[in-house]
């Protein structure tokens, strides 16, 4: 530690020639995307779902306007939710969209 302290300046150093130089050498995202296609979530995971909800949700009607807020909380816990985890959902929804910095958004 007391090596890092005194040589602190170079150690800025090379570290800032190290990230100047990964960013220079890196390759675009735009060549990554040509060359490797683009990177997709796979199914079944939380965002995965949460994207088609928000498509069924957010689909417009007949008349042309939207059917709903496309706006959709996802919970999630390790081995799965629990019955009390499932009915305690629609609380901690209801908190969270009357919440004073969700109602700054909208």
Known sequence: MRTILKFRWLVIAVWLIATVGLMVTAPGMQDL?????????????????????????????????????PTVLVFHKDGGLSAEDLADAPHKAFRILTSSCFQSIL
């Open 33 to 69: 995307v040509r060359t490797k296609g683009q990177i997709n979530v796979p199914d079944g995971y939380s965002s995965t779902v949460a994207r088609e909800l928000e498509k069924a949700i957010g689909e417009n009607d007949s008349s042309g306007t939207s059917s709903g807020m």
